[in-house]
């Protein structure tokens, strides 16, 4: 589709140059540095790759991060959806700053949610001493703390992308259905759920691919080696065994074309459902 | 300054915004392009302006005879004004007005108490000198498109374009705003050439009206003799509600019922004959020499200026007269009542859609 | 009434109980957690512990990087926000899709790529880039692209075609439109995005560390690094990251503020 713009439009030559920045800075910017963890998973042969990823410690950080992403995905969108019901659909005070404590983990950097569950759990604070002496458990450098850490960082995601939604849309269909006699949970899956389902798979796409590759606030919780997970392991061996670190590398990289094909997937048909041409 | 514009045509994609348009207006004429949505009232002003282009093998968009198709929209010396204003609502109503002169080429900007003055001047004329320093979020509609027409005037245009300025203010504002500026062109004298889909507004405003339909203009004329002689069926239709009758067309000859219309050429087959309801009279009596027809009343409108009166014929049909409240009075209609009705003028059209002339 | 009227729907105290029970496990304790142990501190150990040299010259570092970084993407992010939205040319929609790239691809990947990148790049062009400043730089960069991008496609969008056009009938050419029109509508959402980019530049650890290495001062590094020792160290990380967050709140404050301030100016207030 091409925009009639008559000649309120650039010259052909500036909108070319631009054209040509804006795809030189990209292609230089984003999209070698992908190509460049393929190639550098693959440079010394397929039976490298293969075996780094066989490797004993690359199954059990696999193992690790789908233990993490298993419960804290599930969890946070669960609680996301609450949250976004309660926020979405009544109106009380203090519901701003109810928005903004749930944003919270967004404003905060990696490092430091990592740091908040060190001091909370560590072994000089008083939890942490608490249930070291009451329990003899330890929470920080287990995969207790590596998935605590990931659901505070993932936290906001889907109710994020629900709660726009569900505000533009309001609240007249749930009372309709209410009025017509259904009762909350039949509004929610019969009424609610079909209007939002998309924001919602979105809010699960991006949720899923931070929770997986979430390296920041794991790796300052985590003690690596048998915890690692798949981030943690690439830091760990990018220094001794840089194929190691790519082909591992590369798993998580493709996830994050799957999340981007996704996203591009259900915009296009968002796009589409309400007109608008792409 | 005159504009003419000859064999303009355009397209979108497949859509024919229009179809080989001509229009001829003289200077100093205020013109109005009526017609419903797509019917490329819009189009035919954006190329006059420069913001669209015709498409290839078009004429030539002459301005005092001189071709501007190929001259940008800032070459062409039109003052442009948008449907919804199109305010820079960044800069104060000052700033707004004077944005023409400040981005001229050194050379030729005036200098700061000369646009000072100017932007002044302009902004009392439409009287909103004591707004200057506002942005237009602050200011109502009709100021907000006044400010607008300020701005176009500002750069001395010698062509005035206006996309449905009223378009977007209330029923109120619209009248008022419409007398001011036919009160404006007649002290200023611009060519200018707005688009409305408001029969009102076009008659009321217009030196000559363009009624235009599918990319083509039907009639281009005064505001009485688009009224009372379309030239098509459409300008009929459009410029207010008809009451249709099957007429017989016979040796040369239309008549309705036993009365005799009109003479037409031999070889016209079809005539289709229509009545304004203020055309019809309803008589409790047949009137002697004159079509009459039976039909029922089956509901009077009374509240509003006039009384219009809705009817159905033993046929079928429904048909509506319109007349003042002392006629009604006169008459003492009921619903239900039977009454004949009597067209008192009659407009007729051939199978081409055409007006047949007498 | 109103409030009556709301409720209608059910599941108000159950959602609202639910989630502030989750929010308080996940956000509300730890945080408390935080400002105990902030409050515990005595002033002068606080002060000690973010003027160390070390301390103050990842503060340099990281908000002078951050605030370069940020600078670029301000440039390019508004050159290919702009050529996504006017343009039309093949692989457009690929291109679209791959701003979001920094923002899917795990830091730690994105660290080994960029690692990569900058070794071969390096190497090609007989520069250090890998543990420099221009390093920490382009990865800073790397990261905070899809932030301008994203925040200013939508107001791109909503520029409205007519304000081009009176603007060219009123004589001016397309450079002044561009400066006097254009510009200035977009310029609360340029401001947007180089501030969300800025703020998530400050906080970057994950490529970084892979870019920078350990040994440059750099704040996020600094903390992680502080946080390893003894809880002397771990003080110093506490009032590193106080600071921090304390200036990441501060450009959130500045990004809501401008919007509201925007808002009144120009906006339509009904």
């Given at each position: ?278 | ?99 023409g002169l400040r981005v001229r080429p050194r050379t030729t900007r005036p200098d700061n108490g000369e ?100 990319g083509k203009i039907e009639q281009f004329a005064t505001p009485n003799e688009v009224f009372h002689k ?129 | ?270």
């Amino acid at each position: 589709m091409s925009i009639v713009r008559g000649n309120t439009d650039e010259p052909a030559w500036v909108r070319r140059l631009l054209i040509l920045i804006a795809i030189t800075f990209m292609a230089l910017f984003l999209l070698l540095p992908l190509v460049l963890v393929f190639y550098c998973a693959f440079e010394e042969g397929l039976t490298t790759y293969w075996e780094a990823l066989t490797d004993r410690r690359t199954l059990r950080a696999i193992g690790v991060t789908l233990l993490t992403i298993g419960i804290a995905v599930p969890l946070n969108v669960f609680f996301g959806i609450v949250a976004a019901w309660c926020l979405g659909k009544f109106n009380f005070r203090g519901k701003s700053l109810l928005i903004s404590l749930i944003d919270l983990p967004f404003a905060v950097s990696p490092v430091i949610a990592g740091l908040l569950f060190v001091i909370l759990f560590g072994m000089h604070s008083v939890l942490g001493e608490w249930l070291w002496s009451t329990f003899g458990i330890r929470i920080l450098h287990s995969t207790t703390a590596t998935v605590l850490a990931t659901m505070f960082v993932t936290f906001p995601f889907v109710t994020r992308e629900l709660l726009p939604i569900m505000q533009t849309q309001g609240t007249e269909e749930e009372l309709a259905a209410r009025v017509l006699g259904a009762n909350g949970i039949q509004i929610f899956f019969r009424v609610t759920l079909p209007n939002i389902k998309w924001a919602l798979l979105y809010g699960v796409v991006l949720c899923n691919a931070r929770a997986m590759g979430e390296f920041g606030a794991v790796n300052v919780v985590s003690h690596g080696g048998k915890n690692n997970t798949l981030s943690l392991l690439i830091y760990e061996t990018y220094q001794s065994d840089l194929v190691a670190a790519f082909a591992v590398s590369t798993l998580l990289a493709l996830m994050a074309i799957v999340t981007l094909v996704l996203k591009t997937l259900i915009e296009m048909r968002t796009a589409r459902k309400e007109g608008r041409s792409v | 300054m005159s504009i003419e514009v000859q064999n303009i045509t355009k397209s979108f994609g497949n859509f024919l915004a229009l179809n080989d348009v001509s229009l001829y207006i003289k200077s100093g004429e205020l013109v109005a392009l009526l017609g419903p949505s797509g019917s490329g009232k819009t189009t035919l002003l954006r190329i006059i302006a420069g913001l669209e282009e015709a498409d290839e093998g078009s004429g030539p968009i002459l301005f005092n005879n001189r071709n501007m198709k190929d001259s940008k929209i800032g070459d062409r010396g039109v003052g442009f004004v948008f449907q919804h204003y199109a305010l820079f609502r960044h800069m104060t109503v000052f700033e707004n007005v004077a944005f023409g002169l400040r981005v001229r080429p050194r050379t030729t900007r005036p200098d700061n108490g000369e646009i000072r003055r100017r932007v002044l001047e302009l902004l009392r004329l439409v009287q909103l000198d004591t707004q200057a320093d506002r942005y237009p979020h602050q200011l109502s509609g009709g100021q907000r498109q006044r400010v607008a027409l300020a701005r176009a005037l500002a750069v001395e245009p010698q062509v005035l374009l206006l996309d449905e300025p009223f378009g977007a203010l209330d029923a109120k504002v619209r009248v008022e705003l419409r007398q001011w500026l036919r009160r404006l062109h007649d002290e200023i004298h611009l060519t200018s050439v707005f688009v409305t889909h408001d029969q009102d507004e076009a008659l009321e405003l217009a030196d000559r009206v363009a009624v235009m339909n599918a990319g083509k203009i039907e009639q281009f004329a005064t505001p009485n003799e688009v009224f009372h002689k379309p030239a098509t069926e459409f300008v009929m239709n459009f410029l207010g509600s008809v009451n249709k009758f099957r007429g017989q067309v016979a040796d040369g000859k239309v008549r309705l019922g036993e009365q005799f219309i009109m003479d037409v050429p031999e070889n016209t087959e079809e005539a289709k004959l229509f009545v304004r309801p203020h055309e019809l009279q309803i008589s409790h009596t047949k009137v002697p020499n004159s079509f009459n027809l039976r039909a029922v009343i089956t509901r009077i409108h009374s509240a509003g200026a006039r009384v219009r009166v809705d009817l159905e014929t033993h046929s079928g049909d429904a048909m509506t007269a319109e007349m003042t409240h002392s006629r009604l009075s006169e008459l003492n209609l009921e619903n239900g009542q039977d009454v004949y009705i009597v067209p008192s003028n009659i407009h007729v059209f051939g199978a081409d859609e055409h007006a047949i002339e007498e | 009434m109103f409030r009556r009227q709301k409720r209608v729907l059910p599941g108000f105290r159950l959602t609202m109980g639910l989630t502030l029970v989750y929010l308080s496990f996940l956000v509300l304790i730890p945080f408390a957690g935080l400002i105990l142990t902030v409050g515990g501190m005595s002033w002068e150990e606080y002060w000690a512990g973010v003027t160390s040299p070390r301390v103050l010259a990842a503060f340099r570092l990281t908000f002078g990087a951050s605030f370069c970084a940020a600078m670029i993407n301000a440039v390019f992010g508004f050159i290919v926000a702009w050529v996504l939205v006017r343009y039309r040319f093949p692989f457009r929609r690929l291109v679209d899709a791959m701003v979001d790239l920094p923002f899917a691809m795990p830091t730690a990947v994105s660290g080994v790529a960029l690692l990569a990148l900058f070794k071969r790049l390096g190497n090609a062009l007989d520069v250090k880039i890998i543990f420099t400043e221009w390093g920490l730089l382009l990865a800073l960069t790397f990261i905070g692209l899809p932030f301008v991008v994203r925040t200013l496609q939508p107001a791109i969008e909503d520029v409205e075609k007519e304000l081009e056009e009176v603007s060219a009938s009123l004589g001016a050419n397309r450079w002044q439109t561009f400066c006097r029109v254009i510009f200035p509508s977009l310029r609360p959402a340029l401001f947007t995005g180089f501030a969300m980019a800025f703020a998530r530049a400050l906080g970057e650890y994950g490529s970084v560390v892979f870019i920078a290495g350990t040994a440059m001062p750099i704040v996020s590094i600094e903390i992680a690094k502080n946080l390893q020792g003894n809880e002397e160290d771990m003080m110093i990380a506490v009032a590193i990251a106080t600071t921090m967050l304390v200036a990441s709140f501060l450009i959130l404050f500045c990004i809501n503020f401008i919007q509201f301030w925007m808002n009144r100016r120009y906006m339509e207030t009904n």
